[in-house]
């Protein structure tokens, strides 16, 4: 009964490097979600996905890249990481479009240097 | 541009009932409000949505104004694990509609 969950919980880089999140969940649900949260921002939309292999872009999709090979997993990957890009990663799934709840994962904390 | 406005932050205490408010004046005729929270440090959590109904679950209750322009969430006992962040959104009901999160109102409950 994992849900959704996010690894690792907490990650620290410097900048330049490349950082994957990953976001696995169990439900089959269709439609992931990947958010940033920074104060005074709420949560911003990074990127989502309908289904495996479709991705779109979100709200502030510049400097991450998604990938959807299978259902469960949505991994984020920052490509060549920045210290603006330090923030609090949340990971989201809902079975269909028009289903109302989200449902959230624990997020990711990353700290860039 | 914020579809919804809600005040920074509010209190209540413990047992009494929390009243949040939120202002969507430009809400249209096919989006949905929605209330989510976030207590510190974990992923936000749904509570209610409604269209134009007022709406009751167990966690809460959603008045809307006739006009639509307004709601209110209503915490009818709130305890202490009630201190959060919350959320009100307002979504289109289309298949791309997505939740666009503002800054909330942050809710304290006191002893």
């Known amino acids: 009964d994992a849900g959704i969950t996010q690894s690792p919980r907490y990650k620290i880089t410097e900048t330049g490097r490349q950082v994957t999140l990953m976001c696995h969940q169990t439900?089959?649900?269709?439609?992931m979600f990947w958010y940033r949260q920074d104060l005074g921002h709420g949560l911003r939309l990074i990127y989502y996905?309908?289904?495996?292999?479709?991705?779109d872009k979100g709200e502030v999709p510049d400097g991450y890249v998604v990938s959807r090979s299978k259902t469960e997993n949505f991994p984020l990957t920052l490509e060549s990481a920045t210290r603006s890009q330090t923030s609090v990663y949340f990971c989201?799934?809902?079975?269909?479009?028009?289903?109302?709840?989200?449902?959230f994962g624990p997020g990711t904390r990353l700290t860039v240097l | 541009d914020a579809k919804t406005t809600q005040p920074p932050s509010m209190d209540c205490a413990e047992g009494r009932a929390a009243n949040l408010p939120c202002n969507h004046s430009?809400?249209?005729?096919?989006?949905?409000v929605y209330w989510y929270r976030q207590i510190h440090s974990q992923g936000p959590q749904y509570i209610i949505h409604?269209?134009?109904n007022n709406e009751t679950n167990e966690m809460a209750s959603l008045i809307i104004t006739e006009d639509r322009k307004s709601s209110t969430l209503i915490l009818p006992h709130a305890t202490l694990r009630d201190t959060a962040v919350y959320y009100c959104?307002?979504?289109?009901?289309?298949?791309?509609?997505?939740?666009?999160f503002g800054k909330g109102i942050t809710l304290s409950v006191r002893p």
């Open positions: 989201a799934s809902n079975p269909h479009s028009s289903y109302n709840e989200q449902f």
């Open positions: 409604g269209l134009k």
């Open positions: 996905s309908a289904a495996a292999d479709i991705t």
């Open positions: 959104i307002v979504r289109g009901g289309g298949a791309n509609s997505k939740l666009t």
């Open positions: 430009t809400i249209s005729g096919n989006e949905y």
């Open positions: 439900w089959s649900h269709s439609y």
